[in-house]
C-alpha cells in the first residue's frame, strides 16, 4: 500500500452544485456541496488508480522528472 496526495480544484457549477478537478490524474467530477466533491473525487481517483495502476500515472511514475518553473505572465 501506497499513499499518494493529490490536489482538488473546486469551482461553483453555473447549474448549482460544485465541480472537482484533479489535475495529477485528468479526472473531474461533481458534487452537490464542496464536501460530497470531495469525496466523489476520492472515490473516482481511487477507482482510477485500480484500473490504470499508480505506475501507469506520469505523474506518480519514478521514471517522470519533476521540476517546478516559474512563470511571469500579463494579466
Known amino acids: 500500500m501506497r499513499k ?3 490536489s482538488a480544484e473546486l469551482t ?7 465541480v472537482i478537478y484533479c ?4 479526472i473531474t467530477t461533481e458534487g452537490e456541496t464542496p464536501e460530497e466533491a470531495v469525496e ?9 488508480i485500480e484500473v490504470v495502476g499508480i505506475e501507469s500515472i506520469p505523474h506518480f511514475s519514478p521514471k517522470t522528472v519533476k521540476e517546478e518553473l516559474e512563470l511571469i505572465v500579463n494579466g
Open 4 to 6: 499518494i496526495k493529490i
Open 12 to 18: 461553483p457549477a453555473e447549474e448549482g452544485g460544485y
Open 23 to 26: 489535475p495529477e490524474l485528468d
Open 40 to 48: 466523489m473525487l476520492k472515490d473516482a481517483a481511487q477507482g482510477y
